[in-house]
Nanobody, 124 residues
């Protein structure tokens, strides 16, 4: 079992930055696929970014490409999501997730463990 805890969310003005952290416990995540998803009010949860298993490969949703960066520090068992040039439409509850079966995925069903989320609110 892996427990995930997100932190770093908050209220920020448009154009600002935040760094979200996802601290894992229970198992080391160095061999896990790690993803970030978000859910805005009244909308379905959507893929944001992924850091591939056993590699440094990353991928992003088109809506955040060039503004968000995903990274991991296996020594701290933590994954990060750097959010730059934030827009009001980035307002959402951000979740991190861990998967064990695939090397890469943007699909929710390929992730086995989820955190509780951290709220990001961007004011205009």
């Amino acid at each position: 079992q892996v427990q995930l805890r997100e932190s770093g969310g908050g209220l920020v003005q448009a154009g600002g930055s935040l760094r979200l952290s996802c601290a894992a416990s229970g198992r080391t995540i160095s061999n896990y696929l790690m993803g970030w998803f978000r859910q805005a009010p009244g909308k379905e949860r959507e893929f944001v970014a992924v850091h591939g298993r056993n590699s440094g490969s990353t991928a992003y949703a088109d809506s955040v490409k060039g503004r968000f960066t995903v990274s991991r520090d296996n020594t701290k068992n933590t994954v990060y999501l750097q959010l730059n040039s934030l827009k009001p439409e980035d307002t959402a509850l951000y979740y991190c997730a861990a998967g064990t079966r695939l090397l890469y995925s943007s699909r929710e069903q390929d992730y086995d463990y989820w955190g509780q989320g951290t709220q990001v609110t961007v004011s205009s």
